[in-house]
């Protein structure tokens, strides 16, 4: 079976969490920007947040998830712990796959309109529905990466299923 030498195990695992590091920070920002478009103290200020928001975050948090799970599926076939050997690979490759998902499919289509908000912030014309829901990509991507993290430092529950026992065991009992 192909594994990878220590020194590019290493590598990849430094540049999965920097990416996974870049993700979060990414999050932590849009959480930012969200509550300053929503409780701002003035009209500039919540009009710039939301415009940034429309600008700038899709694709920095697209391009750190698909790393992150590039990474991870490098670390998980080229070394001991596989990709369905263990519950908490299994469950990091299920939440990253989800996440990466929900930002195109879920976050992308949404994000001009947002941009858009902010612009008309400033002349009136903006419809409060169309930022409603935006406090939710954040507290989920957050809540789930954090729970990554976690699952990554504990590697909790052991094997996804238990090794066979050997022939002589069996027979045993
Ligand atoms: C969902 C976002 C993810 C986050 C936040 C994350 C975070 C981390 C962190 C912090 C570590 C270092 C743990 C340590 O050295 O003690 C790690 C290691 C690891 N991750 Fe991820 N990860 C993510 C996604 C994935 C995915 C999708 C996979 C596999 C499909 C994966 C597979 C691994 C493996 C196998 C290691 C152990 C590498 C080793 O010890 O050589 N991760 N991850």
Redesign the pocket.
């Known amino acids: 079976m192909w594994k990878l030498n220590r020194r590019a195990?290493q590598a990849t695992?430094i540049v999965?969490?920097v990416a996974?590091g870049a993700?979060?920070g990414i999050d932590v920002l849009v959480a930012v920007l969200v509550v300053v478009g929503r409780f701002g103290s003035d009209l500039e200020t919540r009009s710039l947040a939301y415009q940034a928001l429309g600008a700038f975050v899709v694709w920095p948090m697209l391009v750190s998830?698909l790393v992150?799970?590039a990474?991870?599926?490098l670390?998980?076939l080229g070394?001991k712990?596989g990709?369905i050997r263990y519950w908490w690979?299994l469950v990091?490759?299920v939440?990253?796959?989800v996440?990466c998902l929900l930002i195109l499919e879920a976050l992308r289509p949404g994000m001009p309109g947002v941009g858009r908000y902010g612009r008309e912030l400033l002349t009136g014309t903006a419809d409060p529905a169309v930022v409603s829901d935006l406090v939710f990509p954040p507290a989920v991507s957050l809540t789930?990466?954090a729970i990554?993290?976690v699952l990554?430092?504990a590697?909790p529950w052991g094997r996804v299923r238990r090794a066979a026992r050997p022939q002589h065991e069996r027979s045993l009992t």
Do not use: D, P, Q, Y
């Open positions: 195990r695992l999965h969490i996974a993700w979060i998830g992150c799970l990474t991870g599926l670390l998980g070394t712990w990709l690979v990091k490759l939440l990253n796959v996440l789930a990466l990554a993290t990554s430092v590697k």
